[in-house]
């Protein structure tokens, strides 16, 4: 059973379409997160969820908005796609900010 | 903030231990510091925390001086598979406001040699 997970793994989408990256995790972690980790390899904290508050909110254009329905998912969803948000984003869970479980990442790529 | 410094590279060889420091001059007195390991194109994993003193699990060691402001991973007898991207965080445990930081380090590329 995967722990972590996020679909689409694939995303090739044109500049300034709307996409969602979903994200699910089974391990009943209160905490879920969502990280983008561009050419560089910079992994970069985007937002932060605790039983469904938002709790982290880095300096990140407002076209990315997350969306958690309950604990167990948290959802990103990207207006007017840029070619500069082209990067693998990672979606996370832990228990009260412990170590963190990581998904499989989403390659997005806008051109 | 409690940003972390690490060294961009290292070799080692198979069969040796390989040690990686990180640098946290400014860690608040709540944060952890944590060590996830990345291979290519898959996401980073967790390895071992510690807050103070010597954690050792059965992957790692983690080394933290009494002042905190640096830590050790120990990789023991490392393999051709330990070749990576290590990553050292430092954040709290218990964040409950947006003060509270997670900052991943720049990671450090391991390669072993065989």
């Known amino acids: 059973d995967t722990a972590v997970s996020q679909t689409p793994k694939y995303l090739v989408t044109q500049m300034g379409n709307d996409k969602s990256i979903k994200c699910e995790q089974n391990?009943?972690?209160?905490?879920m997160y969502w990280y983008k980790q561009d050419s560089k390899k910079f992994l970069k904290i985007m937002f932060s969820y605790n039983n469904k508050e938002l709790i982290i909110n880095e300096t990140v254009p407002n076209r990315f908005s997350p969306k958690s329905p309950d604990k167990a998912h948290l959802n990103l969803h990207i207006n007017s796609l840029e070619l500069g948000d082209s990067a693998v984003y990672f979606c996370?869970?832990?228990?009260?900010?412990?170590?963190?479980?990581f998904g499989p990442g989403t390659r997005l790529t806008v051109t | 903030l409690a940003k972390t410094t690490q060294p961009i590279s290292m070799d080692s060889y198979e069969g040796q231990e390989v040690n990686i420091t990180c640098s946290h001059n400014n860690i608040a007195t709540n944060d952890y510091i944590t060590w996830y390991q990345q291979f290519p194109s898959q996401g980073p994993r967790f390895i071992i925390q510690g807050y103070k003193t010597k954690v050792t699990n059965e992957v790692a060691s983690l080394f933290i001086p009494a002042d905190r402001k640096s830590s050790t991973l120990s990789l023991p007898r490392v393999s051709l598979s330990d070749t990576a991207v290590y990553y050292c965080l430092v954040g709290g445990s218990m964040m409950r406001n947006r003060d509270d930081k997670i900052i991943f380090g720049k990671g450090t590329r391991l390669h072993i040699l065989p």
């Open positions: 996370a869970s832990s228990q009260q900010f412990r170590e963190q479980y």
């Open positions: 391990l009943g972690h209160d905490t």
